[in-house]
């Protein structure tokens, strides 16, 4: 039976250094002694290093092996602190980072750490203005795959991310996110000048138009015609906007 490492009650603030040495001593140990057993080769290339579910080709052995558990959904890699759970052991030493607190990639230009290389090369591009990835149906570009991948769903149509509790399904997990304020009746989003809150901060930005005088005021408007274009009047002919509604 394997041994998982039981997560510690009372949260982070409570791993002693000691303990945080203990755990990331077992998982490098755990991950050596399984790959050195299982196979023998941990070392050694093999022709027979391709993937026969996806044609994903590997240098080494037990690099296919850990490649296979996306495929089987294996995760025989668990944090000693929180229920996360990995295929991969270094997936899980990036993971530690969590709870260490190590940042070890720094910028050259300013003060930004990262816990993660693919963070760091994300955040170059800000000074650079780098976007090396451009779309093929649009002329949209940006810094990185994952931006990208966001993107394309715009042209694909795929909504991936679906609401637990209706049928609503969006393609941005934050869409999603501010999509279920509509079930929990949240509103985090104030304005500073009255009462009105919502749920999207994109609805206080336009209901900020409000007081700062950026819509056009008119001098004469009959009842009949109030709400044309989604704008209500007021006695002194001035057109103030109407908020969506949520």
Same mark, same amino acid.
């Given at each position: ?18 303990r ?20 023998g ?7 027979n290093? =391709? ?9 080494? =052995?037990?690099?296919l ?23 991969? =052991?270094?997936?899980?030493?990036r ?13 050259e =230009? ?24 451009g ?58 000048y ?35 274009g ?17």
């Open positions: 039976a394997e041994d998982q490492n039981p997560p510690i009650n009372g949260g982070d603030n409570n791993v002693s250094c000691e945080m040495s203990e755990i990331e001593a077992k998982i490098k140990e755990e991950a050596i002694l399984r790959d050195i057993f299982s196979d080769r941990r070392n050694r290339k093999s022709s290093t =391709v993937c026969e579910v996806c044609g994903y080709k590997a240098g080494r =052995v037990n690099h092996k850990t490649h296979m558990r996306k495929h089987t959904g294996e995760k025989p890699y668990s944090c000693g602190i929180c229920d996360f759970r990995t295929g991969a =052991v270094l997936s899980l030493q993971h530690m980072r969590v709870h260490t607190g190590e940042k070890p990639y720094s910028c =230009v300013c003060e930004y750490r990262s816990a993660h290389l693919s963070d760091m090369k994300r955040h170059v591009t800000i000074h650079s203005g780098e976007k090396p990835h779309c093929i149906e649009c002329h949209y570009r940006c810094a990185s795959l994952k931006e990208m991948r966001r993107h394309m769903r715009t042209h694909t149509g795929e909504k991936p991310y679906s609401c637990e509790l209706c049928y609503y399904k969006a393609s941005q997990k934050a869409t999603l996110t501010a999509h279920m304020k509509v079930h929990t009746g949240e509103k985090p989003f104030s304005c500073s009255c009462d009105y809150r919502a749920r999207r901060a994109s609805h206080v930005t336009r209901h900020m138009k409000t007081h700062s005088g950026e819509l056009t005021r008119v001098l004469t408007l009959s009842s009949e015609d109030s709400g044309a989604g704008y209500t009047h007021i006695a002194d002919g001035t057109y103030v906007g109407t908020p969506m509604v949520e």
